[in-house]
DNA sequence: CCAGAGATTTTCT
DNA sequence: GAAAATCTCTGGA
């Protein structure tokens, strides 16, 4: 493994643009090529994170083995996937936030809905949970066994942004980390869009992209 | 293209 | 009881 899955979610959400995550369903298989990541920290680092106040039943998982599926459920129906980073004891996680199918677009089509283009069947986090088939069921499986499987890229991806993160409110209203990272010039990255708090300050002052 | 609002449930204050 | 690591639809430019 060319990355350390037990580093920190700084460091291993870049590496993770480009990897392609496949998930062996009895309905099928479908793999996507990783174009959007965000990443979170442990208790007491990062005021966006689930387990900024420590560790409670939902997150538990973020506190387990590096390399494990973290899923939770938000906005009372979206499931979103996160890969578990750091060692065990400490939580940090990369939130799967976009990706480019690249195998089985049938089955992800056929779950996601017939009129659904190409380029949105996984993008943006919820969206990529049902592409895949994951749900909460996964919670705490492992990325690298069936029905998983986790091909990192050879050559780490280079040229890709790194921006604030999307729907984090953090002190004062904004996110005070740019830890989200997207390769650059990859239609599948989703839409930035900043948390629904903010939305009357992008509109006085303006917002990147 | 953009903005607004609704859906709906888990979690923690 | 409010907010939330979101998405989809609607209506307008």
């Not at 369903?25 to 420590?54: C, Q």
């Not at 677009?105 to 895949?132: H, Q, T």
């Not at 996110?175 to 903010?198: I, N």
Request: charged content about 20%; glycine content about 10%; hydrophobic content about 40%.
């Amino acid at each position: 493994m060319p990355v350390d899955l037990a580093a920190s979610a700084v460091v291993v959400a870049p590496a993770l643009l480009g990897a392609v995550l496949s998930h062996d369903s009895p309905a099928g298989l479908v793999s996507l090529r990783i174009t959007e990541v965000e990443a979170y920290l442990g208790t007491g680092e990062d005021p966006g994170s689930h387990a900024h106040r420590g560790r409670t039943p939902r997150n538990s998982v973020m506190f387990g083995r590096p390399g494990t599926l973290y899923t939770y459920f938000t906005y009372g129906m979206h499931t979103c996937a996160n890969v578990v980073c750091s060692p065990e004891g400490s939580a940090s996680a990369v939130l799967l936030r976009a990706g480019e199918v690249v195998a089985g677009e049938d089955l992800a089509r056929n779950r996601r809905g017939e009129k659904v283009s190409a380029r949105d069947l996984a993008r943006g986090p919820a969206r990529l949970v049902v592409a895949l088939g994951i749900s909460m069921a996964d919670n705490g499986a492992d990325v690298d066994r069936p029905p998983f499987h986790l091909e990192l890229p050879s050559v780490p991806a280079s040229g890709y942004e790194e921006t604030l993160r999307t729907g984090v409110s953090g002190p004062g209203g904004a996110d005070p980390f740019r830890w989200r990272f997207a390769l650059r010039d990859e239609p599948t990255v989703s839409p930035y869009k900043v948390h629904p708090s903010l939305r009357s300050v992008r509109a006085d002052r303006g917002v990147q992209r």
